[in-house]
Structure formats: structure tokens, C-alpha cells
């Protein structure tokens, strides 16, 4: 399933149900991402649409269905697991309320809407601990107007989803079904026959669209999320190609209905840098006629100061996505590649499958909404000064690259940069920074473990807990905050929860120095024993390594997880000499 085809609609409804199956077999209880379905229609018939959206991008998914109208029963006693999603229809808040609504009296309607404010407060308190709920905003689109001039149904969905932004825990996203309705049209979003025979309304169509929405959010959760957009040049983000027509001849003028296209994809990439995502350049051309766009075409919207990574040559384009990869630190599975060439497109998904490969549309009227639905690859709740610095912090990367050139070791050069710490403890600020890296980080990362906000805060007003970060910076400029460590205390034996870095400062030892400072921390609080785990990943084994590196025994060795210790009444861990730590302690 590639995304330049947003869901796979087209695919008949019983070969998608084998395929499902066909999946589901290769889950077992352990791997399996169990997603409880509480609702007041019937939903189980789309389960196997989601269901198959989600594992074929490699989420483990089955789905379960609640009691029918059961929110605040199954709420109470859901149990351990990943995910939950709330469909909440307001047409059946009662039986027939969509109709039954224009023969009611304001009266009876607010106690209603009272009593519903307060069913979905406690059943949000019950969920709190799930990692992630999905909530579908109310929407009274599909049995709207029973009576003309009565508006009371619009109003009572506006009033419940403002109620429903107020009390949303941070573990909470929502999904606008209205949205759907507009992209895909009621008419086809809806089965009132069945509707009316069984509580299942929703069409598979619908649920090919719910699912395209779903994807992204869930794979988020799970650390998989996109973080480069490699675009290719002409015809990708101008029309005609800048080598024959020159730079005053390609199409890219806002007023003409071509150019109005690329236009409106270049303020969609833009938007996404803005939110963290890196953009990257590869294309066949020569590299003075791209930079002669980029700086000087009046109408481009983006500049060289947006691109963390650019490869103008004649290679072809698996070499370049590599090359860009590389340089970027990040996996081949976190790029997406955008090119209107099919042939170029046809060669990355058979050489490079763990790049998503988009075409851009032969009609290019639809190229906009083709780039909405890749956003959707890059969701991410939460946005950090990290986020919106990042492709600075690239171009800063490069010039560190270009002065280690000049260096006969990597010691000498590590030693040239005043490497700098500060690392504080439990500071309520950096929340949703230590959200995103345990969500993000795979590469240096000893347990891989997952935590939204609400989990993160508990741990921070938790005393039985510290959350250890630590930002960098050097010479050239600042790294942002890119280490955590979550440490468990019962009495003076301290376990590492969680320990992890970003990958963009890997190769300067200050995972090292970082750890030396929280095993003093602990020492000082009279911590006599640190325990700490290694479980391996597909991605993490820059981290395999690392307590043995250390210093701390190893104590035991279990399906694929090594578990080690340090006395830290007798043994030490070294410092490094070319890094300055500072504990800046805790600031909430």
C-alpha cells in the first residue's frame, strides 16, 4: 500500500478481508496492538477495514468492540491496553434523537446535554491511564434539520465538543468526522438502510477514509512517525524544467492555474517545516540552476534557508535518498519522497520499499489535496522549540562536518568543540520535549518504551520518580534538549526506567557524561544500587553497547533483554574530559 493512494478503496471488500487475515495470522498476544472500540452504533463491520490500514504499514492491530452504549461500564474496567477510540453518536445520545429532538422542550434537551457533559468527564477520568484515545467529535451533519429553522442538533454538537476540548486529558486526540463527510460526501460516507436495520451507518468507504486519519496518529504513538520530505525539482516543485525553459521559465506564477498548484504544495511543505519536519532536495539537474530558483525565482516559497539537506546531481534517486538519510541522521522508513516521474518513482519503492513513495497526480488540480493526505504521515501532537529550530540545527550540523575535516581524530576534534551539558530533573517545562523523544527515539534508545504526556506528568509529581534531561550545546550553537532518563526509586535502589538520546548528537560521549551526573545525583540522595535494562529493537543497537561501556555488571541475560546493575557505593563511572556538565537540579 503506497500513500499517494490515500486508501485502498478500490480494493475489492472480500480480497482486502483475506489479506486482513492473512496479517492477523502473524500476530500473536504479545506483539498485538489491541484497540478497544467503545461506541453507541454498531462499528465491528469496519474492523476490518482499520484493522487491514494498519497492519499493512506494520501495526499489529485487532480490534474489539465494547458494549453497545456501555461507555461509562467498559470505561471503568478497560483494562490494559494501548488505545482506545470513543464513537460517540449524537443521533443516538437516546433512541431517535435526531427526530425525537424537534418535539422536545429546551428543558429536557439541556439535561441532555448536561448529562452527557458529565458521562464523558468521567468516562475521559477512567481512560486516563490509556496511552492514547481517540474521541470522534460530535457532529449532527448526517441527521441535521429535522425540523426547518431548528438548528438545536448543530448547536448541541458545537456546545459538546467545546465541552469535550475542555476536559480532554492529554492522552486524548480527536477526529472530525465532518471532515470525512466533506472529503468523501454523506451520501457515500453513510448506509441509512442499514442504519436503520442494524446501528451500522458507516460505509467501508468511510472507513478506508476514517482509517487514513487513523494511521498516521497511531503510528505516531508507536515512534513511527515521518520526518523528511524529499522533493524532487521540476515538475515536483515547478512546473517545466528549469535546465531548458531557465529560471524565468518555469511555472510557478500563483496567478495562473498551474503555477497556483505548486504554489499552494510549496506553503504545505513550508507549513510542515515550520512544525519540525526537515525538507530535503534530490534531483537530477544542475545543482547552479536549482540554486538560482531557490534564491532569486520571485514566486518560490521555499528558500535555501528551509532545506536541511540538498542533493542536486545526476545519480539516480535511491542513491541520493540514502545519501540524504545518512546525512540526516534518520532511517530510510522516515523519509517520504515526492517525484512526478513514475519511472523514478517505480525504481525507489523496488530498491528502497522502506521509503514512501509519492507520484505526483497527472492531474494537478488534485497535487494539493495529494500533499494534505501526506502531512497526515508527519502527525504529531505535540511541538517543541526543538521542532522549530531543527532545520537550523541541521545547517549547523554541516558546518560542524565541514571543521572536522580539519582534524586527524575524532578525539581532537570532540576536544575543538567545548561540548557543553546542563542537566536538570523533574522540570514540568521540558513535559512535552520528554514526550516526543520517548516517542520518537529509536536508534539510542535501551528499553524503547513509549509515554504520553499524562504519563510523563504523573512520573514529574511523582516522588517515587525522577525524569532526568539534559540539552547540549558547543561551539558552533545549541543542540536543544536531547537525552532523557526516567528513573524508578523504591528506597536506595534506583531502576532506569528509560534511557535515551537523540540521535543527532550520538558520537560526542554525552550519554556518558550524562549518566555519570544522574548516578551522583542518586548517590547523593543515598541510592545505593542502580538497575538498568537493554532490550533490543529492530533500531536500537547503537545502544547495545552502552552499560557494558559503562561499567555496570551484567546480571542476566532474557529474550533478547540484558539486565544490569551498578554499586554505586563502590564503583564509579569516568568522566569525560571534553564535556562540561553542569546539574542545574529541579525547576517546576
Known amino acids: 500500500m503506497h500513500e499517494d493512494t490515500p486508501f485502498d478503496a478500490l480494493v475489492p471488500l472480500d480480497a482486502l478481508m483475506d489479506r486482513n487475515r492473512s496479517l492477523g495470522r502473524l500476530i500473536t498476544d504479545a506483539s498485538a496492538y489491541d484497540i478497544t472500540v467503545l461506541s453507541n452504533i454498531i462499528t465491528a463491520p469496519l474492523f476490518d477495514i482499520i484493522e487491514y490500514h494498519l497492519r499493512s504499514v506494520g501495526v499489529p492491530a485487532r480490534c474489539r468492540a465494547g458494549g453497545l452504549d456501555a461507555f461509562v461500564q467498559e470505561s471503568a474496567h478497560i483494562g490494559d491496553v494501548p488505545c482506545v477510540i470513543l464513537w460517540w453518536e449524537l443521533a443516538r445520545l437516546t433512541s431517535g434523537f435526531h427526530y425525537r429532538i424537534a418535539m422536545m422542550s429546551d428543558d429536557a434537551v439541556e439535561a441532555l446535554a448536561v448529562h452527557t457533559e458529565q458521562t464523558l468527564h468521567t468516562?475521559?477520568?477512567?481512560?486516563?491511564?490509556?496511552?492514547?484515545?481517540?474521541?470522534?467529535?460530535?457532529?449532527?451533519?448526517?441527521?441535521?434539520?429535522?425540523?426547518?429553522?431548528?438548528?438545536?442538533?448543530?448547536?448541541?454538537a458545537a456546545r459538546l465538543n467545546r465541552h469535550l476540548a475542555a476536559v480532554a486529558l492529554p492522552n486524548v486526540v480527536t477526529v472530525s468526522v465532518d471532515n470525512i463527510f466533506s472529503e468523501i460526501g454523506t451520501a457515500t460516507a453513510l448506509d441509512r438502510r442499514f442504519y436503520a436495520s442494524a446501528l451500522a451507518p458507516y460505509t467501508p468507504t468511510f472507513a478506508h477514509a476514517y482509517a487514513a486519519r487513523l494511521v498516521p496518529m497511531i503510528r505516531a504513538m508507536r515512534g513511527?512517525?515521518?520526518?523528511?520530505?524529499?522533493?524532487?525539482?521540476?515538475?515536483?516543485?515547478?512546473?517545466?524544467?528549469?535546465?531548458?525553459?531557465?529560471?524565468?521559465?518555469?511555472?510557478?506564477?500563483?496567478?495562473?492555474?498551474?503555477?497556483?498548484?505548486?504554489?499552494?504544495?510549496?506553503?504545505?511543505?513550508?507549513?510542515?517545516?515550520?512544525?519540525?519536519?526537515?525538507?530535503?532536495?534530490?534531483?537530477?539537474?544542475?545543482?547552479?540552476?536549482?540554486?538560482a530558483v531557490l534564491r532569486a525565482h520571485p514566486h518560490m516559497v521555499l528558500r535555501d534557508e528551509h532545506i536541511?539537506?540538498?542533493?542536486?546531481?545526476?545519480?539516480?534517486?535511491?542513491?541520493?535518498?540514502?545519501?540524504?538519510a545518512s546525512t540526516l541522521h534518520v532511517g530510510l522508513e522516515s523519509v517520504v519522497f515526492i517525484d512526478d516521474s513514475s519511472v523514478e518513482i517505480a525504481h525507489v519503492r523496488a530498491v528502497c520499499p522502506e521509503v514512501t513513495a509519492v507520484q505526483v497526480p497527472l492531474a494537478l488540480h488534485e497535487y494539493p489535496q495529494r500533499m494534505r493526505a501526506v502531512a497526515r504521515l508527519f502527525d504529531r501532537r505535540l511541538v517543541t522549540i526543538e521542532d522549530t529550530q531543527k532545520t537550523?540545527?541541521?545547517?549547523?550540523?554541516?558546518?560542524?562536518?565541514?571543521?572536522?575535516?580539519?582534524?586527524?581524530?575524532?578525539?581532537?576534534?570532540?576536544?575543538?568543540?567545548?561540548?557543553?551539558?546542563?542537566?536538570?530533573?523533574?522540570?514540568?517545562?521540558?513535559?512535552?520535549?520528554?514526550?516526543?523523544?520517548?516517542?520518537?527515539?529509536n536508534q539510542f534508545n535501551c528499553t524503547t518504551k513509549r509515554y504520553?504526556?499524562?504519563?510523563?506528568?504523573?512520573?514529574?509529581?511523582?516522588?517515587?520518580?525522577?525524569?532526568?534531561?539534559?540539552?547540549?550545546?558547543?561551539?558552533?550553537?545549541?543542540?536543544?534538549?536531547?537525552?532523557?532518563?526516567?528513573?524508578?526509586?523504591?528506597?536506595?535502589?534506583?531502576?532506569?526506567?528509560?534511557?535515551?538520546?537523540?540521535?543527532?548528537?550520538?558520537?560526542?560521549?554525552?550519554?556518558?557524561?550524562?549518566?555519570?551526573?544522574?548516578?551522583?545525583?542518586?548517590?547523593?540522595?543515598?541510592?545505593?544500587?542502580?538497575?538498568?535494562?537493554?532490550?533490543?529493537?529492530?533500531?536500537?543497537?547503537?545502544?547495545a553497547d552502552f552499560y557494558d561501556r559503562l561499567g555496570f555488571m551484567r546480571v542476566d541475560v532474557y529474550d533478547g533483554a540484558r539486565r544490569y546493575a551498578l554499586d554505586c557505593t563502590s564503583d564509579t563511572i569516568n568522566s569525560v574530559p571534553y564535556v562540561t556538565v553542569h546539574y542545574a537540579g529541579t525547576r517546576t
Open 224 to 291: 513511527d512517525v515521518k520526518k523528511v520530505i524529499v522533493f524532487d525539482c521540476d515538475g515536483t516543485l515547478w512546473g517545466g524544467a528549469v535546465g531548458e525553459d531557465g529560471v524565468d521559465g518555469i511555472t510557478l506564477d500563483p496567478a495562473t492555474a498551474h503555477g497556483a498548484m505548486y504554489t499552494e504544495v510549496q506553503y504545505l511543505a513550508r507549513a510542515l517545516e515550520r512544525r519540525g519536519v526537515l525538507i530535503a532536495l534530490a534531483s537530477k539537474n544542475n545543482p547552479e540552476d536549482v540554486d
Open 308 to 324: 536541511a539537506a540538498k542533493l542536486v546531481n545526476w545519480e539516480d534517486k535511491v542513491t541520493n535518498l540514502r545519501a540524504i
Open 452 to 543: 504520553t504526556e499524562g504519563e510523563i506528568t504523573s512520573f514529574v509529581a511523582n516522588p517515587a520518580y525522577r525524569c532526568f534531561t539534559f540539552d547540549a550545546a558547543d561551539r558552533f550553537g545549541e543542540y536543544g534538549v536531547t537525552g532523557c532518563c526516567i528513573v524508578r526509586i523504591d528506597r536506595d535502589v534506583a531502576d532506569f526506567d528509560t534511557f535515551l538520546m537523540s540521535c543527532r548528537v550520538i558520537g560526542r560521549s554525552l550519554e556518558y557524561a550524562f549518566a555519570r551526573c544522574i548516578v551522583d545525583v542518586l548517590r547523593a540522595e543515598g541510592v545505593r544500587l542502580v538497575r538498568s535494562s537493554y532490550v533490543s529493537s529492530a533500531k536500537n543497537a547503537p545502544a
Open 392 to 441: 537550523e540545527q541541521y545547517r549547523v550540523e554541516e558546518q560542524r562536518n565541514v571543521a572536522q575535516q580539519s582534524f586527524v581524530s575524532t578525539e581532537q576534534f570532540l576536544q575543538s568543540l567545548d561540548l557543553r551539558i546542563v542537566v536538570r530533573v523533574d522540570d514540568a517545562r521540558l513535559i512535552p520535549r520528554m514526550v516526543q523523544l520517548t516517542q520518537k527515539t
Open 123 to 156: 468516562v475521559l477520568s477512567s481512560l486516563a491511564r490509556v496511552p492514547l484515545v481517540i474521541v470522534h467529535e460530535f457532529t449532527a451533519t448526517a441527521f441535521s434539520l429535522a425540523v426547518v429553522g431548528d438548528r438545536r442538533l448543530e448547536e448541541l
